[in-house]
């Protein structure tokens, strides 16, 4: 390991096969697991369909921030294992209408994301699509959601909560909504001038954080800043019909979701942001071309959902066997 | 012919087993001229042949040059001393004495860089001839304090980290024949990634990669968009492989002849030039930005016709630099008609630089193109560029003495370009500009807006 700063963790994870025995670990695991039930209850009533998530294929999502997607040899060709389901859902939402995975996703995270304390190299997001839905249909539901999964864990797992020593702030929807403007000029207005059309630096976005005593939403991204399905709103090029959900006191991103390009010859011109030739994609294309009804979704990690309920210091508190980049870990 | 000479020429001939080819490349290129920096270093700057020596030889311009060209270089341009010097007294202020040549301040600030010199070593690609001797030309580049590019195709065609031929390094030790060797705070590594490499997701690796890690966090690492080169704008990547490589590559190259069904020594390796809107630029420039936070930005361009269009994209997006190579750029392989046919000599791209300016676009600009010589850097200077890059007189100086060859062949630029500005009366690269320069011919004087000389 070239990084020397990273010794400290690496000697904490080597370990991490016991800390599952641990008697905080276990309450924040029966935390976790309420958790998903809570999920599950509120979109299965809601008319949402579960279904099995793939974990490898010919393409995977690139819109993963330095992230690089992890390789298996797949009988002589390259496949990726998923580092999000986006590509898939589409379809499935076009299929059944409301649909989520609790899907593994794997990105092998830059080293600089080892001390955010908020990345995880393998971890889970529920993964969520909706056809006929706009992204502010979409930012209801992920409020929604969230509202009924932590008031859902009360009920379920009070106690360990209560043992852990953790009271989420009241809050109650609506949550309040920035766009991304805003975003940049509170950062400024504090002396954090970042770049217009970049994504939110780590630190800026858990500063962002900081200043908010509930969750929020940041809207309307700069294209460029974020991927190429992300829907580009008709009349005002260059901004996107997309959005982050922000845990507050510091906790950073939640959610990211958006509106999807559904078109064929946008999608194809978007696909060129990312470097690639869009052969590259050509069964997600072909599907585009046979055409799909527009849908919004947008994807919740686990792991960061446990560390704000739980409010751990880390979000590889908040799993088994945690990988963190860099880091050689059980 | 010297015995390096005649190395250099049984290798530039055994690129394209056609002597011919070797023949006009030493005819229409001053590969002696590179040669004798190679070996003699600043040794070399004064006119003496074996025959000649100082004391004896009666010496005055050359008033004729090698071969006449059909198009304007940089070679039609003067630079113009003046007898009053303003910033000459400003620097005997400081220096309490009479300035030298050797006073002039040379750092200069390339794409995010520190560059000891205004001079990038410019990217070359996975074509034998650069990729063979990459491991001198990094350390050379490395020891000289000067950024240095990489190419495309280098690891989707010798391996990111493992070897594809034994006999060739991978595009990890070419970085590292760099990185290994890099004098902090000096120079910095250009890394591009053709449509072809994006597919493994080159960038990605090398932005996950531990071992580089180190290099982002000190900012000497760039990721380069490359928008064609000067040889052949408008077509992508060219090379040929062998017949192991062609098969192995075939699904992301385009290949006229099927390595599977037809027998060569060589297969034609074609990569796509990438399409591009000024929104698709625009969009790429912020995702690598979101994307790859820790790394400058850098644009190449070939000889395009809409470059000040580029230029302004770039310049709002805060690009850290944007190479424009000339069509006289250097090419391991390109059509002859490309060469022949296709865009602006570097002079006309210089003169796009200098419209940019003149608009008060913020871009910092370097040139390329058949740039050899410290004359080139300073008239580039002049006009707009905030520095060059150099292909070719690196491979020929390789040829001659490896790294060595490239260090002597950058002390003996590196005194011209001294001499030339000091002459110039400036002390500061930043200094050098539009009165230091004259046309010899008048079109060219009015078009770059300088003075014709016999006027």
Redesign the interface.
């Known amino acids: 390991m070239s990084d020397p700063g990273l010794a400290p963790l690496q000697d904490h994870l080597r370990t991490s096969y016991r800390h599952v025995r641990d008697p905080r670990m276990q309450k924040v695991l029966r935390v976790q697991a309420a958790l998903g039930s809570a999920i599950r209850e509120y979109l299965d009533g809601e008319g949402f369909t579960e279904l099995l998530p793939p974990i490898i294929g010919p393409v995977a999502d690139p819109g993963i921030r330095g992230a690089k997607q992890a390789t298996i040899n797949f009988y002589g060709r390259e496949y990726k294992v998923t580092s999000s389901a986006i590509l898939y859902k589409q379809m499935m939402a076009a299929s059944l209408g409301r649909i989520y995975f609790f899907s593994p996703n794997v990105r092998l995270e830059p080293l600089e994301t080892a001390s955010t304390g908020r990345h995880l190299v393998e971890f889970v997001q529920v993964d969520i699509e909706e056809a006929g839905a706009t992204y502010e249909d979409a930012m209801r539901r992920a409020e929604d959601l969230v509202e009924h999964a932590t008031h859902g864990v009360r009920a379920r797992a009070g106690g360990e909560l209560e043992a852990i020593g953790r009271r989420l702030n009241g809050g109650g929807t609506p949550y309040k909504r920035i766009s991304y403007e805003e975003a940049l000029r509170i950062l400024a207005d504090h002396g954090r001038e970042i770049p217009y059309a970049t994504e939110i630096p780590w630190a800026e976005e858990e500063f962002l954080s900081t200043r908010f005593q509930a969750p929020f939403f940041i809207y309307d991204y700069p294209r460029g800043s974020r991927g190429f399905y992300d829907r580009e709103h008709p009349d005002r090029p260059g901004i996107l019909r997309d959005f982050d959900l922000l845990y507050p006191e510091g906790y950073g991103e939640a959610i990211s979701g958006a509106e999807r390009e559904y078109e064929y010859a946008r999608v194809i011109a978007r696909l060129r942001e990312t470097g690639e030739n869009p052969s590259k994609y050509e069964w997600y294309l072909d599907m585009l071309r046979e055409g799909i009804p527009p849908s919004s979704g947008f994807g919740i990690g686990v792991e960061r959902l446990t560390r704000y309920v739980c409010g751990l210091k880390t979000v590889w508190e908040a799993r088994p066997y945690p990988k963190v980049a860099g880091v050689f870990s059980p | 012919m010297s015995e390096p000479l005649t190395k250099l020429f049984m290798k530039v001939a055994s690129v394209r087993s056609a002597a011919a080819a070797g023949r006009t490349f030493l005819e229409s290129y001053p590969v002696d001229e590179i040669i004798q920096k190679a070996k003699h270093g600043k040794d070399a700057l004064y006119p003496f042949s074996d025959l000649d020596e100082y004391g004896r030889a009666l010496l005055g311009a050359d008033i004729s040059v090698k071969q006449a060209t059909r198009f304007s270089t940089l070679d039609e341009l003067v630079l113009l001393p003046p007898i009053f010097t303003p910033k000459r007294l400003e620097r005997m202020t400081e220096l309490a004495r009479e300035p030298f040549f050797s006073d002039v301040d040379l750092e200069t600030a390339i794409g995010g860089f520190r560059s000891r010199l205004p001079l990038a070593m410019a990217s070359m690609g996975s074509t034998d001839v650069a990729h063979s001797q990459s491991p001198h030309l990094g350390r050379g580049a490395a020891e000289a304090g000067i950024p240095m590019g990489m190419g495309e195709n280098i690891a989707t065609v010798w391996g990111y980290a493992r070897r594809t031929k034994a006999s060739m390094p991978t595009f990890k030790q070419r970085l590292f024949a760099y990185l290994d060797h890099v004098k902090e705070p000096l120079g910095g590594v250009v890394i591009q ?1 053709s ?2 490499d ?4 080159l960038w ?2 090398v ?2 990669d ?2 580089v ?2 290099f ?2 000190k900012g000497l690492v760039a990721f380069e ?1 490359k928008l064609g080169q000067g040889a052949k704008p408008g077509l992508g990547g060219e090379t040929k492989v062998s017949r192991d490589a062609a098969r192995s590559l075939k699904g992301k190259y385009y290949f006229p002849d099927d390595p599977d069904t037809v027998e060569l020594d060589l297969y034609e390796r074609h990569s ?1 030039p ?4 000024e ?2 630029l ?6 690598l ?6 790394a400058r930005i850098w644009i190449k361009a070939g000889p395009f016709r809409d470059l000040l269009a580029m230029f302004r994209v770039a310049s709002q ?2 690009i850290d630099a944007v190479l424009v190579d000339g069509k006289e750029g250097g090419t391991g392989m390109s059509p002859v008609i490309a060469l022949k046919d296709l865009g602006l000599p570097t002079l006309a791209c210089l003169k796009r630089i200098n419209d940019a300016r003149l608009e008060g676009l913020r871009a910092p600009f370097v040139l390329s193109g058949r740039l050899f010589d410290g004359g080139h850097v300073v008239k580039a200077l002049a006009l707009g560029a905030n520095a060059v890059a150099f292909g070719r007189p690196f491979i020929v100086a390789v040829g001659v003495g490896g790294a060595k060859g490239i260090r002597n062949y950058l002390e003996a630029t590196e005194v011209e370009i001294r001499m030339l500005i000091s002459s110039l009366g400036k002390y500061k690269v930043a200094d050098v500009s539009h009165e230091d320069v004259g046309s010899l011919d008048r079109a060219l004087a009015d078009a770059l807006n300088i003075p014709f000389v016999y006027a």
């Open positions: 990634q449509v072809e994006a597919f493994d997701e990605h690796k932005y996950t531990p071992d890690e180190p982002f966090r968009v796509a990438g399409t591009y809107t929104e698709i625009r969009g790429q420039l912020r995702s930005r979101t994307n790859f936070p820790r997006e805060r």
